[in-house]
């Protein structure tokens, strides 16, 4: 069981990013997936998260507007696609996945999370 993100790099504010989460050796379609980002000294905190088959979303609010998740349950994907980037969005972006029965299920509590990917580094200078 592995979840991958990648994507990460160092970009402008103002810039666009897009984030990745490959999922293996689970049956990605049966899974809520969620991004959650911590930056340097600071507690790791919620971004978005995905239901696993309704495509229900739910956003922080400071990223709300600025940033879409999605998923491809056909390729064991989840993405994060990340608009008019802040310096203040820099930090390790996580993905998270839980098994659900319920479709439109979703969580922002990392700890309802049992299935951790090892983080992608974004750095957003100004």
């Known amino acids: 069981v592995q979840l991958q993100a990648s994507g990460g790099g160092l970009v402008q504010a103002g810039d666009p990013l897009r984030l990745s989460c490959e999922a293996s050796g689970i049956t990605f379609s049966m899974y809520i997936m969620g991004w959650f980002r911590q930056a340097p000294g600071k507690e790791r905190e919620f971004v978005a998260a995905i239901s696993r088959s309704t495509g229900t979303t739910y956003y922080s609010d400071s990223v709300k507007g600025r940033f879409t998740i999605s998923r491809d349950n056909a390729k064991n994907t989840m993405y994060l696609q990340m608009n008019s980037l802040k310096p203040e969005d820099t930090a390790v972006y996580a993905c998270?996945?839980?098994?659900?029965?319920?479709?439109?299920?979703?969580?922002?509590?990392?700890?309802?999370?049992?299935?951790w990917g090892q983080g992608t580094l974004v750095t957003v200078s100004s």
């Open positions: 998270a996945a839980r098994f659900s029965y319920r479709p439109a299920y979703y969580s922002t509590r990392s700890e309802d999370y049992n299935i």
